[in-house]
């Protein structure tokens, strides 16, 4: 084992299946498009980021997966009636054969997520046993979560699971480590994710999807207030 070796672990829903709370305004080719170019994104970062030994990813879906391996990815083929923290259970499993001395879970709907975040968390958890946790922007998604050494506590992910995260840490009685991250809070499940999503790329702060989505401007999206300022 390579104690300071992280493996990044993301995984996938079916892409043509994904997305589902955003069915009253985008169509399911868009819905497609968004999970297909997020998931890519998401792949891109975990690739170039010098801290992440590899990355593996778990899916059902024949497509996600033949997608992750065209980036660099290794993969498994997830079984239909596996849940997400039995997958990512799984998962851990085999990087831990591979000799991973940390996981990294990311989910593959963070159109934000770039190097700075992986470096961040890296440096964070650089030293185990521990955890590094980056929730969503309602404080109770988890965005983002290192294991040092993997498997260390059991997964949570679901309805509140940052919380249930950093209960299981605290009940192992290991170091925790929070990473907030303007980048990392914003996933893409609801309307208002895309509200949120359309305001920090007219801000200029983030503007890297803005030309991979071309077909998801801001007239097709949701305003708040019934205004487009």
């Not at 994104?41 to 996600?64: C, F, K, M, N, W």
């Not at 159109?111 to 955890?131: E, K, L, Q, T, W």
Request: hydrophobic fraction near 45%.
């Amino acid at each position: 084992m390579d104690l300071m070796s992280i493996w990044a672990i993301v995984p996938v829903k079916p892409l043509r299946r994904a997305k589902t709370r955003l069915a009253d305004i985008l169509s399911p080719d868009q819905r497609y498009q968004l999970a297909e170019m997020m998931l890519r994104q998401v792949l891109a970062v975990l690739d170039s980021a010098p801290q992440v030994t590899g990355t593996l990813v778990i899916s059902r879906d024949t497509e996600a997966l033949a997608i992750a391996r065209d980036m660099g990815a290794r993969t498994i083929q997830e079984s239909s009636s596996s849940d997400l923290n039995l997958a990512l259970i799984r998962a851990t499993e085999v990087i831990r054969v591979w000799g991973a001395g940390a996981a990294l879970i990311i989910p593959a709907d963070l159109p934000f997520v770039n190097a700075h975040d992986i470096a961040s968390i890296a440096g964070m958890g650089r030293y185990g046993p521990c955890i590094v946790i980056a929730s969503d922007v309602y404080k109770m998604g988890t965005n983002a979560l290192l294991v040092r050494p993997p498997g260390l506590i059991n997964y949570a992910f679901g309805e509140n699971s940052y919380n249930l995260h950093l209960a299981a840490a605290q009940r192992a009685n290991i170091d925790v480590h929070t990473y907030d991250s303007d980048s990392l809070r914003i996933d893409i499940d609801v309307p208002e994710d895309l509200v949120r999503y359309n305001e920090l790329v007219e801000s200029g702060e983030f503007t890297l999807l803005t030309r991979m989505l071309p077909d998801l401007s801001r007239s097709d999206m949701p305003t708040t207030g019934g205004s487009n300022g």
